[in-house]
């Protein structure tokens, strides 16, 4: 059997980014992959640019890169108490397309804040997210990584052996889902 297509996306744009950290330890847990990192530099959803244009490209590309993953990965920051504003949009945009693509798929969802909560608000906003695009968010221990700027060495290597720990049993799961 071939390796697997995992999808990873980081609800925040900074290429620095805490989550952008962890979803690589995600992919060394993961295991053997074709991993594809999605853009979500996309235009703010708009009905009349919507109507007027389509759906853009930037988003049929996203739709298609979750459709044709054999599972998804989303690692977001929680800003202002909720869900980041682009990974939304990528959400709103997503529900826009054809074919559900978020549909079944085997989805993994952790954060990693500066805070002392770790994204804990904002990861269960981005879950409620997932629901009407009917994804199948794998249930288990939530991954906050909290005081995220102290949790990653130089090598942007995640350091606490418990946050590992649940790192590895979450990817061990989304591995075991793929059908």
Same mark, same amino acid.
């Given at each position: 059997?071939?390796?697997?297509?995992?999808?990873?996306?980081?609800?925040?744009?900074?290429?620095?980014?805490?989550?952008?950290?962890?979803?690589? +330890?995600?992919?060394?847990?993961?295991?053997?992959?074709?991993?594809?990192?999605?853009?979500?530099?996309?235009?703010?959803?708009?009905?009349?640019? !919507?109507?007027? +244009?389509?759906?853009?490209?930037?988003?049929?590309?996203?739709?298609?890169?979750?459709?044709?993953?054999?599972?998804?990965?989303?690692?977001?920051?929680?800003?202002?108490?909720?869900?980041?504003?682009?990974?939304?949009?990528?959400?709103?945009?997503?529900?826009?397309? !054809?074919?559900?693509?978020?549909?079944?798929?085997?989805?993994?969802?952790?954060?990693?804040?500066?805070?002392?909560?770790?994204?804990?608000?904002?990861?269960?906003?981005?879950?409620?997210?997932?629901?009407?695009?009917?994804?199948?968010?794998?249930?288990?221990?939530?991954?906050?990584?909290?005081?995220?700027?102290? +949790?990653?060495? !130089?090598?942007?290597?995640?350091?606490?052996?418990?946050?590992?720990?649940?790192?590895?049993?979450?990817? !061990?799961?989304?591995?075991?889902?793929?059908?």
């Amino acid at each position: 059997m071939a390796d697997p297509t995992l999808l990873t996306i980081s609800g925040s744009l900074r290429k620095g980014a805490f989550n952008r950290k962890l979803l690589k +330890e995600a992919v060394a847990a993961f295991g053997p992959a074709k991993v594809i990192e999605a853009d979500l530099n996309l235009p703010l959803y708009d009905g009349d640019l !919507e109507q007027a +244009e389509g759906v853009p490209q930037s988003v049929q590309t996203l739709a298609e890169q979750v459709k044709n993953a054999d599972a998804v990965v989303i690692s977001s920051p929680e800003y202002n108490k909720g869900i980041t504003g682009v990974l939304k949009n990528a959400f709103d945009w997503i529900s826009r397309t !054809e074919g559900m693509p978020f549909k079944n798929k085997p989805t993994v969802v952790m954060s990693a804040n500066a805070g002392r909560t770790g994204g804990e608000t904002g990861q269960f906003m981005v879950m409620s997210c997932l629901v009407p695009l009917q994804a199948h968010v794998l249930p288990g221990p939530m991954l906050c990584i909290a005081a995220a700027g102290d +949790e990653f060495d !130089e090598n942007d290597r995640l350091t606490n052996d418990r946050y590992r720990k649940v790192l590895a049993g979450k990817m !061990e799961a989304l591995r075991s889902a793929i059908g």
